[in-house]
């Protein structure tokens, strides 16, 4: 029974671990997915006001902090009731496609040129 | 993401400096001998700390890159809480199956997440959530240069 262990990972900057099982005659067994990061948004966030949201949650990820920002805000108008005026609700659409462009852009050149 | 930002800046930085080490190279081995290194991110788990001390020690100038390295900033909000519970949230509460709390093979958390000037010495701080990308390229243009850079991040 052989281990092999890829660590970091070529992908999501490198926060993860995988581990390759081989049995006696050298043909994969088993494989696992570790995730080696855990920084408990879920459980900090509880007690804070929800307002507070938006801001904390863009926090998540570099790359996605508008949808983060957006899934909140959402989220917030819900609690409210309240309904985002139609030129809020197309900044919020611009701001998203401005996030994909930016996405997009940052893998197409530096994420699959390093492997990231 | 923010050292990416300054777009096309990084070309001819690239001429001039070597990455031998981070998310854009397939190092799997931090190097002895470097000049500097950008250190981001606040010290969580036990493995943070293993590879912070490595890094000071192979590293001549280390700077903490963004409020998390500098302050704790947001992964420090889960210093009031015990670990077994935000575990607990997180992978039993929060999980439809296989409600388990990995132990095996993943870093044991810190009790506290902490800035890395607690654990090493840091030669510069380089602020921000997330720092300018722009007071990235400026700090390492002027150590390029020989100088030590003023305070290129102002809040607010």
Redesign the interface.
């Known amino acids: 029974m052989k281990r092999i262990t890829i660590e ?1 990972v ?1 992908r999501i ?2 926060h993860a ?1 995988i ?1 390759i099982h081989l049995d006696d005659a050298g043909k994969v067994a088993n494989t ?1 997915f ?7 948004f ?3 966030t ?1 007690g804070r006001p929800f307002y507070e949201m938006p801001g ?1 949650t863009s ?1 998540i990820c ?2 996605c902090p508008i949808s983060h920002q957006l899934a909140s805000s959402k989220a917030c108008d819900a609690i409210m009731a309240v309904r985002v005026p139609p030129a809020g609700r197309r900044l919020r659409e611009l701001v998203h496609c401005a996030q994909y462009v930016h996405s997009h852009a ?1 893998t197409c050149t ?1 994420g699959r040129v ?3 | ?2 050292l ?1 930002d300054m777009d096309a800046a990084i070309i001819s930085l690239a001429r001039k400096i070597d990455i031998v080490y981070g ?4 190092a799997q081995e931090f190097p002895e001998d470097v000049d500097v290194t950008l250190v981001e991110g606040g010290v ?2 036990q ?1 943070d700390l293993n590879k912070l001390q490595k890094i000071r020690g192979r590293t001549h100038l280390l700077i903490s890159l963004g409020d998390c390295a500098v302050t704790g ?3 420090a ?2 210093n ?2 015990p670990v077994s ?3 607990q ?2 992978y039993v509460e ?1 999980a439809q199956e296989n409600k388990v709390i ?1 132990t095996d ?3 044991p ?1 810190l009790k506290h ?1 902490r800035p890395l000037r607690e654990f090493v010495k840091v030669d510069m701080t380089l602020p921000g ?2 720092p300018p990308s722009k007071a990235i390229t400026t700090v390492i243009n002027d150590l390029l240069d020989g100088k030590k850079s003023e305070l290129v991040v102002k809040f607010g």
Do not use: Y
Request: contains cysteine.
């Open positions: 970091p070529t900057e490198g671990k581990t696992e570790h995730v080696t990061q855990v920084r408990g879920e459980k900090f509880e904390i926090r570099g790359i940052w530096n390093a492997g990231l | 993401m923010s990416l998310p854009l190279v397939d969580s788990s493995d900033n947001v992964p909000m889960r009031s809480i519970k935000l575990l949230r997180v929060g990995p093979r993943v870093p958390l997440s959530c997330p």
